[in-house]
């Protein structure tokens, strides 16, 4: 209980993943860091609508009432590679 607390309190953080000492803690981390499908959803969509925009000349647009510019299409465009 202890791990999985303190694992969910360093992905609120922005912690993307942990250093584990012993093999009985790897499922537990990787439940917890795992992302979850809606948020591999946004992202997919972030890019989709950030590059038919770039495809438009623009560099920025709204998107679900955000700013989506480079700086969050470069993490959105990470955030998938990783996964």
Do not use: W
Not at 1 to 14: F, I, M, W
Not at 21 to 43: D, F, N, S, T
Request: charged share 30%; glycine share 8%; proline share 4%.
């Amino acid at each position: 209980d202890t791990l999985r607390r303190d694992c969910t309190v360093s992905k609120r953080l922005g912690y993307n993943g942990r250093t584990l000492i012993y093999p009985g803690q790897i499922a537990i981390a990787r439940e917890v860091y795992a992302p979850k499908p809606e948020e591999v959803a946004h992202y997919q969509k972030v890019v989709a609508a950030f590059e038919d925009a770039e495809k438009q000349g623009l560099a920025a647009i709204n998107y679900g009432g955000k700013l989506i510019d480079y700086a969050m299409y470069k993490k959105a465009k990470s955030f998938l590679e990783v996964i």
